[in-house]
């Protein structure tokens, strides 16, 4: 028989008291938005310095708003949508799950916008602010993913070609990739050393645009390849061409990072 490692069965409850319960994945975005917010704190102080102090305490709300109405309107729209037109009222019980990275980051986007007009400051340094920050919450984001067992790999059909697989408990009698984890690994650690190295070179921070740039690629990328491995929404299951949703949402991304990039460099030249 061949080994398979077991699934740790975290509770995805951490305490309850009567009807209030503490989760980890509401405890997973607290601690990308604490962090993050400390985070781009000292990003703040170096040059181009986009933002003061003040203003990224004040955005740490618009920012909660952005990520939590963004994410749950983006999962409503792009992943439920005939659902939720038949029940409207389901679409307001967040606990419930159903959150989409790239919703959140159009409410982000939408929130940073309109932050930055009302405060006089440069779009596209903010941008670059927020996207070196923003693997830090996408990390957190998919352990809660992986503690949740939801989101899990396709079925493996070689166990012993892939010896960290795991049998989930919502995910049949079959071992799978633990694909939240490669996104934690890709889209969180990794992107975040990336962008953390190249934001400190004070020649790139100065080509407004091109961090974001990068970002939007860098996620883009990883998400479409971890796609490969991560088992398609049942309700949606693959679209044409044999592509994920989370691929086609990806597509614009890469193109407007790869636009941010040449234009930050034809700036720059």
Same mark, same amino acid.
């Given at each position: 028989?061949?080994?398979?490692?077991?699934?740790?069965?975290?509770?995805?409850?951490?305490?309850?008291?009567?009807?209030?319960?503490?989760?980890?994945?509401?405890?997973?975005?607290?601690?990308?938005?604490?962090?993050?917010?400390?985070?781009?704190?000292?990003?703040?102080? @170096?040059?181009?310095?986009?933002?003061?102090?003040?203003?990224?305490?004040?955005?740490? *709300?618009?920012?909660?708003? =952005? *990520?939590?109405?963004?994410?749950?309107?983006?999962?409503?729209?792009?992943?439920?949508?005939?659902?939720?037109?038949?029940?409207?009222?389901?679409?307001?019980?967040?606990?419930?799950?159903?959150?989409?990275?790239?919703? =959140?980051?159009?409410?982000?986007?939408?929130?940073?916008?309109?932050?930055?007009?009302?405060?006089?400051?440069?779009?596209? %340094?903010?941008?670059?602010?927020?996207?070196?920050?923003?693997?830090?919450?996408?990390?957190?984001?998919? *352990?809660?993913?992986?503690?949740?067992?939801?989101?899990?790999?396709? @079925?493996?059909?070689?166990? $012993?070609?892939?010896?960290?697989?795991?049998?989930?408990?919502?995910?049949?009698?079959?071992?799978?990739?633990?694909?939240?984890?490669? $996104? %934690?690994? /890709?889209?969180?650690?990794?992107?975040?050393?990336?962008?953390?190295?190249?934001?400190?070179?004070?020649?790139?921070?100065?080509?407004?645009?091109?961090?974001?740039?990068?970002? /939007?690629?860098?996620?883009?990328?990883? @998400?479409?390849?971890? $796609?490969?491995?991560?088992?398609?929404?049942?309700?949606? =299951?693959?679209?044409?061409?044999?592509?994920?949703?989370?691929?086609?949402?990806?597509?614009?991304?890469?193109?407007? =990072?790869?636009?941010?990039?040449?234009?930050?460099?034809? *700036?720059?030249?």
């Amino acid at each position: 028989m061949t080994f398979v490692l077991p699934f740790p069965n975290i509770d995805p409850i951490l305490l309850s008291v009567g009807p209030l319960a503490i989760r980890w994945y509401a405890l997973a975005y607290i601690a990308g938005l604490l962090l993050g917010w400390q985070y781009m704190k000292r990003l703040a102080k @170096r040059p181009p310095q986009a933002m003061t102090e003040i203003d990224v305490d004040d955005f740490l *709300v618009w920012a909660t708003l =952005g *990520v939590v109405l963004g994410g749950r309107f983006g999962y409503v729209l792009f992943y439920n949508a005939d659902f939720y037109l038949a029940n409207p009222g389901a679409a307001l019980r967040v606990w419930e799950g159903g959150m989409s990275f790239h919703g =959140g980051l159009l409410g982000v986007l939408a929130a940073g916008y309109i932050f930055v007009r009302r405060r006089g400051l440069k779009t596209l %340094a903010v941008a670059d602010l927020l996207a070196v920050t923003a693997p830090i919450g996408i990390f957190f984001g998919r *352990v809660a993913n992986f503690i949740n067992g939801e989101l899990f790999g396709r @079925r493996v059909t070689d166990p $012993e070609t892939v010896p960290w697989s795991m049998v989930f408990p919502h995910g049949g009698p079959f071992p799978r990739h633990p694909s939240q984890l490669y $996104e %934690a690994a /890709l889209e969180g650690l990794l992107l975040f050393v990336v962008m953390h190295l190249l934001w400190r070179n004070e020649a790139i921070r100065a080509r407004h645009g091109l961090l974001c740039g990068v970002f /939007l690629v860098g996620y883009a990328l990883a @998400r479409s390849f971890v $796609e490969l491995f991560r088992e398609p929404d049942a309700h949606i =299951g693959l679209l044409g061409f044999g592509l994920t949703m989370g691929q086609i949402l990806s597509a614009p991304m890469l193109m407007i =990072g790869l636009f941010l990039i040449f234009r930050a460099k034809r *700036v720059a030249s």
